[in-house]
């Protein structure tokens, strides 16, 4: 009688210590579950645009916090050096842009010629945090920052000079540099309109984005499960257990950071092939902040993050996008204040959830 | 003979040889095109006793062991809301100087305070922490800037908009205060004399705290935190103490900054200043465990004056803003050089 008194206690406990856990893990979501409606409240807009805006980004966005998954499961936290990925994908539209290739065979032949480019920079980026271990977000952070002036180099200075490249649409008047802005008109939203539901005038469903992020959904849960899945999990719990049970930690490490990286890649083109202008300088930069907030939003931590959290952040993070500028303007009289708003947010959620977790 | 070349090369440090072929090479760039010498030493003192206080402000978070301060923005915000103060009550000259130092040095003590309580809780993690810390905190300010009750009309905008401009002139403050005190004309080489003697204060102050018995007790606890512990010192406070120091002198070497600059630059201006001068001490030979004002010295007169070389060499021979991208790619390189050669870990 005693002894199962005690058992149900014990049972008891657990599980309140259970649900004391998912309600810490909750805690970020349903915050920002009440400034999204409180936002919503203020802001006034039309169900059918807010829906539609939200549908779009859920299309557009959520590869780009995906290709952070594998490198916290391999426990290197969050990989801000995506940022080389989002450029790897750049690459390949400028390229087709150059030869003017268009519609969706442009867009996969981006793809095509920006993977080479990814797994390069997502070596390089393994490499040098493996000589970093245990700061690899500081060092895939700063990284990041010396890519994108690396970036600038090579296409404000040596793309027209040393490398050969004539195109009008591409190149300043001066014959050196690319534009700031270049026009993705060939490649517009052709995945989006591959297969395109209209609900009604203004909500429209870009359906076969919608799949290939589903797609991607499924194999990045279905490559967990195979044997390099496995030795990242491995990897992530306990690289010196790991290594002792024949796992080549620095290679399973490198890996995990090429295929964020080419995840990276593909993300940026599904993105900027709905957005439809490559900002040449700007497109890039923010990439990593954002799709970790979106990732810290949806209750990931820097230890742990599943693609639920995945798709819970990006709805939740670009919601609060959509929001903010225009409740910040209806309660001010303001827009700036809601653009500031939404920096302060997503700067603010990493601090947060790094104090939390680190 | 290879052994004694590599053996010289650790001693004097990659990071350190490099910028300074760099500065050897363009200067003898600017000689062959002519580029007026006086004017670029006189820009090279100027540059490096405006940033000099700032990367000083890394020594004692080195020192006491949490890296990298970077959370450098915390105290540069201290340090505008101090100027911005002393801005809004008309103070002038000197005085406007020691109000917004005033100012700015108390609540750098207690944003520094509460910054190292919150990095004792991260140990391991500080300069990401930090980082996004201060990112936040930055972005939060820019609010605040927005919003604030400011009133004087030399910083609110003239009409339309609402809140603190983005830059702020300093010229009925505290502009030049420091650069033309006691400044002479050696040739045509000016020396703002003023500037580096404060700067030179600022180091002696350091130099007898890192002799004084609780300097020693920090540099202990950084150095190490187990042996520290076991002599009885309290390791987290020194940790606090090191921020602390670390926070206000950023302030203090924000005011220095904006004084030589003539402007105050609000909402993003202080996001990304923990950079650079990050970059300038590790030139200077710091590791992220070992820092020195010697380091300080070297690194920013050698960050500083291969940028006050460069900027012009290339406006020379290249057009655009390259010397911007030049300037990005040294302090990040450097930076990420330290972090991916730990030897003393």
């Known amino acids: 009688m005693m002894a199962m008194k005690l058992e149900l206690a014990k049972n008891s406990s657990v599980l309140t210590v259970r649900i004391r856990q998912k309600l810490i893990e909750m805690a970020v979501p349903l915050l920002f579950l009440v400034l999204c409606g409180i936002g919503a409240y203020f802001a006034q807009l039309s169900p059918v645009f807010l829906i539609n805006e939200i549908i779009m980004r859920m299309a557009r966005n959520p590869l780009l916090v995906l290709a952070l998954i594998i490198p916290v499961v391999a426990g290197m936290g ?49 490499k040098l945090l493996n000589r970093a271990k245990g700061k690899e977000m500081i060092t895939s952070m700063i990284f990041g920052f010396f890519a994108n002036y690396v970036w600038q180099l090579f296409f404000l ?8 490249m004539r195109n009008e649409k591409l190149i300043l008047s001066t014959g050196v ?85 080419v995840l990276a890649a593909w993300g940026q083109l599904i993105w900027l092939q709905n957005i439809g202008t490559l ?29 639920w959290q995945v798709l819970l952040g990006t709805f939740l993070f670009h919601t609060l996008f959509i929001i903010s500028p225009v409740a910040g303007r209806n309660l001010v009289g303001d827009a700036q204040i809601g653009e500031f708003f939404r920096v302060f947010v997503a700067y603010g959620v990493i601090a947060v959830t790094l104090l939390l977790h680190a | 003979m290879k052994e004694r070349l590599t053996a010289a090369m650790d001693k004097i440090g990659l990071p350190r ?59 540069v915000i201290c340090g505008l809301i101090g ?14 100087f020691l109000v917004a130092l005033g100012v700015s040095i108390p609540l750098a003590v207690l944003t520094g305070y509460l910054y190292g309580l919150l990095l004792n809780r991260i140990k391991g993690q500080e300069m990401v922490v930090g980082t996004y810390v201060g990112f936040s905190i930055v972005s939060g300010m820019c609010i605040f800037w927005l919003l604030a009750p400011f009133h004087n009309p030399e910083m609110v905008w003239a009409y339309g908009g609402t809140g603190l401009r983005n830059t702020i002139t300093l010229e009925s403050s505290f502009d030049k205060i420091l650069n033309n005190f006691l400044a002479f004309n050696i040739g045509q080489v000016q020396i703002p004399t003023g500037l580096l003697l404060f700067f030179a204060f600022l180091c002696l102050l350091l130099w ?11 540099h202990v606890a950084g150095s190490n935190p187990r042996f520290a512990q076991s002599c009885g010192i309290n390791v987290n406070k020194m940790r606090i103490l090191g921020t602390v120091l670390s926070t206000v002198l950023a302030a203090v070497g924000i005011l220095v900054y904006n004084q030589s600059y003539g402007f105050l630059s609000l909402y993003n201006g202080p996001l990304m200043m923990a950079f650079p001068a990050a970059a300038a001490i590790l030139i200077g030979g710091a590791s992220l465990r070992r820092a ?43 930076i990420l050089y330290a972090l991916t050669t730990g030897r003393e870990e």
């Open chain 1, 78 to 126: 969050m990989n801000f050096a995506i940022t080389l990925g989002a450029m790897a994908g750049q690459i390949g539209l400028i390229i087709i842009t150059h030869y003017e290739i268009n519609g969706i065979t442009g867009l996969l032949v981006a793809a095509l010629i920006a993977t080479p480019f990814a797994v390069l920079f997502g070596y390089l980026t393994g």
């Open chain 1, 157 to 164: 200075a040596f793309v027209g000079s040393i490398i050969p």
């Open chain 1, 177 to 261: 540099g690319l534009r700031n802005t270049i026009d993705l008109a060939g490649i517009r939203q052709s995945l989006d309109n591959l297969l395109k539901i209209q609900v009604v005038q203004g909500l429209s469903i870009p359906v076969s984005t919608l799949l290939v992020v589903a797609l991607f959904c499924v194999l990045i849960t279905f490559f967990m499960k195979t044997k390099l899945g496995q030795d990242i999990r491995a990897v992530g719990q306990n690289m010196e257990i790991a290594r002792i049970s024949g796992i080549d930690v620095d290679r399973v490490r490198i890996y995990a950071i090429i295929i964020s990286t």
């Open chain 1, 279 to 307: 900002n040449t300088y700007g497109s890039h930069v923010q990439v990593g902040l954002f799709a970790v907030a979106a990732l810290l939003i949806g209750g990931a931590s820097v230890t742990k993050a599943t693609i």
């Open chain 2, 17 to 75: 040889l490099i910028i300074g072929l760099f500065l050897i090479v363009f200067c003898v760039g600017a000689a062959i095109l002519k580029l007026p010498m006086s004017m670029l030493l006189s820009d090279m003192l100027v540059r490096f006793g405006m940033n000099a206080v700032l990367v000083l402000a890394m020594i004692p978070a080195i020192r006491a062991g949490t890296g990298l301060n970077f959370g450098l923005p915390l105290g």
């Open chain 2, 83 to 96: 100027a911005v103060v002393a801005i809004e009550y008309k103070f002038s000259g000197l005085t406007s």
């Open chain 2, 208 to 218: 007898f705290f890192s002799r004084s018995k609780s300097g020693m007790a920090m």
């Open chain 2, 292 to 334: 020195t004002i010697g380091h300080v010295i070297i690194g920013t007169f050698l960050f500083q004056s291969v940028l006050v070389v460069a900027s012009p060499l290339f406006n020379v021979i290249v057009e655009g803003s390259f010397s911007e991208i030049f300037r990005g790619i040294i302090s990040n390189g450097v």
